[in-house]
């Protein structure tokens, strides 16, 4: 009985505390920008990680969750960029630019 009434406090504790998807959009991925030539790709648990640098020569990392597409159809020396504000991510190939859209489940975020 102890154990059930340890449980559901946990439960009640721990659930609903992180941020909603919307909620995170809008606080920590909408500010971000990205821009940066992919040297190299690395893949961890849930994230997508692209090392590079950007165009003036400063180190610098994209790591998000989400974006396998982008990961799979990423090569090196492609460009990852991102303006603050919005929510779209751009790939530009050598002789093509893709749209990769943030998404909270199955809706789109603008």
């Known amino acids: 009985m102890k154990n059930i009434f340890l449980l559901i406090i946990g439960f009640l504790l721990f659930s609903d505390c992180g941020p ?3 909620e ?6 909408r500010p971000k920008v990205y ?3 992919i040297l190299e790709k690395d ?3 849930r994230n997508v990680i692209f090392f590079g640098k950007d165009e003036s020569g400063i180190l610098d990392t994209f790591e998000e969750s989400g974006y396998d597409d982008l990961y799979d159809k990423a090569d090196l020396g492609d460009s990852v960029k991102k303006q603050k504000g919005k929510t779209l991510i751009y790939l530009v190939k050598k002789d093509t630019v893709l749209e ?3 998404y909270c489940g199955q809706t789109k975020i603008e």
């Open 24 to 29: 995170f959009v809008e606080r920590d991925f």
């Open 35 to 37: 821009n940066l030539i």
């Open 100 to 102: 990769f859209p943030c």
């Open 43 to 45: 893949y961890s648990t």
């Open 20 to 22: 909603t998807c919307q």
